[in-house]
């Protein structure tokens, strides 16, 4: 957060915003990376190896609309960042679809958090920090929704594919 912040007050929000983006992309799947070259000594344990096959029944149930879902996991609070780049690999996720959610799902708090380091110089006061507000609300809900809209589409052709072959 901080980082996009300083980025959005030294490059603007057009260059601050693809670059912080890249940026937590690519930690993110070095994380990823990390993960699956150590992790499977954790799966050995089972408490581990139980939280994942509950993890793994999610994804599954999930896996035509896999990159709406991580985006969706990315922009809410909960689980933390850190948990899903652990994850990811030992789910079957692959590094690309990995990659591009990650860049996706963090793009609109990214975008809030540039926007406000481009507007240090106008700011006099510590009233004038805005982070959480309902333009900020709306925003992040606009990226939920734009994620959700494959998702939408896909469901109504799959009813009238099922209808039509009834």
């Not at 240090?120 to 006061?125: H, K, P, W, Y």
Request: aromatic share 10%; glycine share 10%; proline share 6%.
């Amino acid at each position: 957060m901080y980082l996009s912040i300083l980025g959005g007050a030294v490059w603007g929000v057009a260059r601050a915003l693809p670059l912080a983006c890249t940026c937590v992309a690519t930690g993110g799947t070095l994380c990823y990376l990390l993960s699956a070259a150590l992790g499977p000594a954790l799966l050995t344990l089972p408490s581990f190896k139980a939280r994942l096959t509950t993890w793994s029944d999610k994804i599954n149930r999930q896996r035509a609309n896999l990159i709406p879902f991580l985006i969706v996991l990315r922009i809410a609070p909960l689980p933390p960042h850190w948990v899903v780049n652990v994850l990811c690999p030992h789910l079957g996720i692959g590094i690309v679809p990995f990659w591009i959610s990650t860049f996706l799902g963090i793009f609109g708090v990214t975008v809030i958090h540039t926007t406000i380091g481009g507007g240090l110089d106008d700011m006099t006061s510590a009233a004038d920090f805005h982070l959480i507000s309902w333009k900020n609300f709306f925003g992040l809900s606009a990226v939920v929704v734009g994620a959700m809209i494959p998702v939408g589409i896909r469901y109504v052709f799959a009813r009238e594919t099922a209808a039509a072959a009834d």
